[in-house]
């Protein structure tokens, strides 16, 4: 009987599957990109709903723990060597500086607005930029010097600090963003020597063990509706992150950088459906800034790579 029901799923998907597999690979990976989207805007919303009584630190506490069962068998076959690493303190600051961006981010979006966090997090990639200047020692030219400064104008239009409309929370989203940034820089240097498996495990469950503490501290007893809803958080935010690998895999990171930019759209759409809230004027102002500038830096990152390509060696270029 199951292996019917097996031979059954396999003819019904083989087709979709053969022919998935048939498209072009930026095709692929923006299907994969607008699917992972959706799931992150799904996530949010679900926190936001869940975060409307239960702290930040339970629900971020809950979420690891499911994606760390999620992810024990991966961890299981290849033990010891998920954890054998000879950078345990850029391991464990990458953990330090994620849980801020998560904490932070998570409180962010109870608090406010899910179009705004989502547009004041595609700051990261201005973020990314500066930290890649000081630790990684890139060069980078005027120009994106100038979409970088771009870009934190677009910020300031959205948070407007010294106005009557200002929010406090969103100085929160910012750190989460910047602190995403972080993350993304410190990735790159831990690429260098360390295999996947061991960013993965060293994610998946020094995170949930920090949690710990404050989560038991600030833990209430949630009902099964709530249950239900953390579950599903972690099992959507897995399947996002690893459809979005799977996307920029497939695609070219310079063309999906510019497709990523749907999660705002998302986020305004379950931000209305959901909790009847729409961005405002400023949002959106400032949102068109961030993205002009971000699609700007990742064509001059594009122009730099092709340059490069031509390249015999590479060497003294400045990125501008």
Known sequence: M???????????????????????????????LFIAAAGFAVTMALIKLVGQRLHV????????????????????????????????????????????????????????????????GFAKAFFITVFAIIILKEKVGLRRWGAVLVGFIGVVLMIRPGSDGFDPISVLALISSAAAGLVMVILRLLSRTEKPITTLSFQAYFVGIAMIIPGYYFWLHPTLFEWALMIVIGIISYGAQLLNIYAYKWGEASVLASLDYVRLLYATLFGYLIFNSLPGPYTWAGALVIIAASLYTVHRERKLNRNLARSPEGRGYTST
């Open 2 to 32: 199951v292996r019917y029901h097996s031979s059954v799923a396999t003819n019904v998907f083989a087709p979709v599957q053969q022919k998935f597999s048939a498209l072009p690979g930026n095709l692929k990976g923006a299907v994969m």
């Open 57 to 120: 630190t339970q629900i971020l506490l809950v979420r690891q723990i499911v994606m760390a069962l999620i992810v024990l068998p991966i961890i299981i076959r290849t033990f010891p060597n998920s954890f054998k690493t000879t950078r345990i303190k850029l391991h464990l600051l990458r953990v330090c500086v994620a849980l801020v961006a998560m904490l932070c981010g998570f409180y962010a979006v109870i608090k406010m607005p899910l179009a705004d966090v989502t547009a004041i």
